[in-house]
């Protein structure tokens, strides 16, 4: 037990576990939030979660393949605010 109250302890202190838990975290939220704005049946880009998530990884590391792209304004929002946000990352 002294081991891992001793691991969970170093890993919160740990630089490197904050920043991947960060990229995980904005990359799940971006991914389903751009669900909920671009998700439409006449629409083949964003139909799942994994679409969604798949977009925002695309997207973070600057790939952008364009297999799916927002339209919305609120959509194209969200896009940006990725972009800034993985640069800072």
Request: net charge positive; hydrophobic share 55%.
């Amino acid at each position: 037990m002294k081991k891992l109250k001793r691991f969970v302890r170093d890993l919160v202190r740990n630089r490197m576990f904050w920043i991947v838990t960060l990229i995980v975290a904005v990359a799940l939220i971006s991914g389903n939030a751009i669900l909920l704005f671009e998700r439409a049946p006449d629409r083949e880009e964003f139909q799942s979660v994994s679409d969604g998530i798949w977009w925002a990884v695309v997207t973070m590391t600057t790939v952008g393949y364009g297999d799916h792209f927002p339209i919305t304004g609120v959509g194209r929002l969200i896009g940006v605010g990725l972009m800034f946000s993985s640069i800072i990352l």
